[in-house]
């Protein structure tokens, strides 16, 4: 009985977690598209989002682009197809490991310390100063967050898009494939199909 009623415990905790998650994306959906804008806060936040993290990301997707050129050369290696590094570094990178690994260090990066960040300010009680003065504590401090994360994400995503190719080339050069062949593949397969 014991193991039941922790059971509906948990199973409760969570419903209610789900519940809550989606109360706050509804108010912050709501919250959007009222005035007035914070757009200082916003900009805030996307230098917070996006300009101090653009290091790791470039970091990450050159490390996306390396693997996936050394797991492309030794797979191409046994049908001598080394000449299509390039299509396979660009597909890897582009479809898979540059919007994936973004992600979790944006996730990792961004997402922890805006919790730490939320988080020490309810603990302080300035979220409930906030509602004290009649402001919006999820349209001054959630909606720039969000706002920043929806447009930064896809730009880093990008720029680990490149960094992810520029690696995949440097690992192709050092096994011997040249520059144009790489970039011939990779046009190849982004604009040929």
């Given amino acids: ?19 809550s998650a989606s109360i706050l994306l509804f108010s912050t959906f709501r919250e959007i598209f009222r005035l007035p804008l914070e757009i200082s806060e916003t900009l805030e936040q996307l230098y917070e989002v996006g300009l101090k993290s ?11 682009g390396f693997v996936g050129a050394v797991q492309a050369y030794y797979q191409l290696k046994a049908i001598s197809a080394q000449g299509m590094m390039g299509g396979f570094v660009a597909v890897l990178v582009l479809k898979e490991l540059a919007p994936m690994l973004t992600a979790f260090v944006m996730a990792a990066r961004v997402g922890t310390g805006f919790a730490a960040e939320l988080g020490t300010m309810k603990v302080t009680e300035q979220i409930d100063a906030l509602r004290a ?9 959630v909606v720039p967050r969000f ?8 730009i880093l995503i990008i720029f680990a898009d490149v960094t992810g190719i520029m690696g995949g080339l440097f690992i192709s050069l050092s096994f011997g494939v040249k520059s144009g062949v790489f970039f011939s593949a990779v046009w190849e397969i982004l604009f040929c199909w």
């Fill in 147 to 154: 706002m920043a994360c929806i447009i930064m994400i896809p």
């Fill in 133 to 141: 003065m009649a402001t919006s504590p999820i349209k001054y401090l």
């Fill in 1 to 19: 009985m014991e193991l039941l009623n922790s059971f509906l415990k948990r199973l409760k905790d969570g419903i209610s977690g789900v519940g």
């Fill in 54 to 64: 653009i290091i790791v990301v470039l970091i990450t997707g050159m490390v996306a």
